[in-house]
Structure formats: C-alpha cells, structure tokens
C-alpha cells in the first residue's frame, strides 16, 4: 500500500516534455509472411507483440498501403518469423522494399515452406515461426491492428538442446530493433525471478 | 509478385512443431506506473507495445488479478516507463513482488514524480515516460487488453544529447526481455534503411 500525496513530488525539472509520440523500446523486427493461392510476401514489423498468454494471443499492426495488408485481410492468416543475426540484412530490406513488384524470398534468398495449420508460408531460415490466424480488424488510423490467435509454432532444431529438449534463445541470436537501429542482444543480466532468489 | 505454388516447398523436416504459445522476443520489460487519489503502485509488464504510429497509441496486457488492474481500471490512465540496465533488479523484483502489501517505490528506491497530462506518477529514475489515457478493455483471456492513447511523453534530459536535442536511447541503455532472461543491448548491426544504402 502506498499513498500517494506523501509520494509523489511534482518536481519534474529533470524531465523533458514531448509530445505524443511512439517509443516504445527495444521491440523485435518480425519478418510476416503471408498470402495463399497466386502470390505471396513478406513485410517487416516492430508493431507487434503478446497481448494474451492464455488462449495465446498475438497482434501486428499494419499500413492499409502495404503490399501485404490485403493479402493478410483476404486469407485471414499470416506467419510471424523470428529474425536473428544473420537475418539483419534481409529484415532491413524487406521493410523498405515493397512485394508489389519484387519476389522478396528470391531477392532475399529466403526459402519459403508450406506452414502446418496456416494457409501461409512460413519462412525456413527463421529460428522460430509463429503461425496466427486473424480474429479482428481494428483501424485505428494510420495502422490496422490485427489481432489473432497462436494456432501452431515451427521452431528450427538446430537450436533445440538435445539434452534438455528446450529450444534455446540464446543460440538463436536474436536482434532487436530500437528506435530506429538493429542491435544484438548483449550480456545476460538475470533470469525472470533473480532479484528474489538473490535476496 | 511471387507466385506460390512454384516456391512454397512442403520440407517441414528441419522444424519442430510446439503446441501455440507466447514466443514473440525479445520485447521491452517496462514499469508500469499506476494509480491516483489514495494510492499508487508500479508493476512489470512485457505485453505491451506500439499499435498506432498516427495517432500515436499503445497497449498493454494484464491479467485482472494482478493489483494494479483495477487501479488502471478505476482511473482509466497509467505510465509506461522504459528500463535500463540500472533498474534491472528493480524490474524483475516488480514483476514478482504483488502491490497488495508492499511500497515498491520505496523498496526499490523509485522516485514517484506527477505526471503532466494524466493522473498518475511516473517513475523519476526511468529514461523515458510515456503517459497513456485508455481508451478500450478486451477481455481476451487470461490477459485483459488495455489500449490507449500515448497523451504526453517525459524524457529525462540526461540523455538528449546538447548539440543535436535529439534523445540517445543508446545512452539510455534499455534492456529486453526474451524467453525468461533479461539482456543488455549489445553491438549496433544498423539503422533502419542501411540495407538500401549499402547496396
């Protein structure tokens, strides 16, 4: 319990105001891939993420203008791959680069596979692909969100131990993109739940 | 355009499937700061992100049980404050640690300050404050869906760097959450559009 007029000063002079804006950091830059029958794409998004743990939930938020934003909407399915290091590069240029008139899996030399429970390629040089099927449509302005459901998860065995079975992050080499830069992830500070078992 | 049928191999052999789940990382782990009148209270959350670039909106996703729903529920605000890798211990001890019975500021040596357009405080050690009014609660599951408006942002201004005015989130040090561990950011890869350029 904590009251809070003994609490709060209103002492703000070290802080700078801004207005409104979208900074939310370090977010992961997710490689979608997407679309069924003649044509298929892949898009780059920071706009994304968990909003439910049970059932798993995800969500992406998308521009209408996008080259994927109608295949998605049309096939009710998309796949979220994970990027990592090698990655970089091609998750730069498929979020600058527009499907419309480019096939980014052969530019890119990513090799697209048939997905499990989606109508959607997954992308196999991802360490990890999460296939999501769309429940709702929100616009909300200069973005769309979708939201779905985690119906299936392909995750590449080579980063599986075999001793313990688990995949592992860690190998994986994951990247991460914050406010307009990719970076590694650096040094382990803790695992969930240190600050209690150290105490 | 990328016709599908000539591309989408069905060799799923190098994958591993897993029941669906909560996989997308790495992702910010953010104090949440929360409450007005008598009483106010931090929590940890990696459920959240960006949804909306105009106008500028977020979520985050919290389970009803946790203290600080309703505070957020009641009072239709919180505050989004970004960690670093100062306030690693804090972060994870938030996370684990429930409101009900414990002063977080004061265990953790957090600074409650007011906030500027909404009524809650926001955390004075945090590189970056983000003031959110909510606008929608989605009861999806286990988690419920707080979407929001960003209304005001609050950056400390020991990390605007004096010559450009432009905030130095590599200075800030943010750390991530993925799969269980927390991370400091490690070496830059590049900025967005590098990939263009280079070529």
Redesign the interface.
Known sequence: ????DS??????S???????????????A?LISC???????IMTV??????????????I?VRPERHSYDLIKKNGCFV?N?TN?EM???T??C???S????????EMNL????A?VVDA??I?ESP???ECEVVEI?E????H?F?A??????????Y?DKNSGA?D??KAK???????????????????????K?K
């Open positions: 319990m904590c009251k809070k609490l709060i000063s209103s002492e703000l070290c802080k700078s105001t801004w207005k409104p804006g979208t900074l939310i950091y370090p977010l992961p997710a679309g069924n029958g003649n044509e298929i794409n920071s706009w994304l993420g968990t909003i439910c743990t049970n059932p798993p939930m995800c969500y938020s979220i994970l290091e970089a590069f091609a730069d240029w979020g600058v680069k499907g419309k008139d480019i096939n980014k899996f052969k090799t697209p596979l048939k499990q390629p997954i196999k990890l692909s999460i929100k909300l302005g200069s973005h969100m939201i459901n985690v119906v299936n998860i392909l995750a590449d065995e080579k599986i995949f992050m860690t994951l990247i991460a993109y914050s406010h307009g830069k990719y970076y590694k992830l650096g040094e382990e500070i803790g695992h969930f739940g240190w600050s209690v150290k």
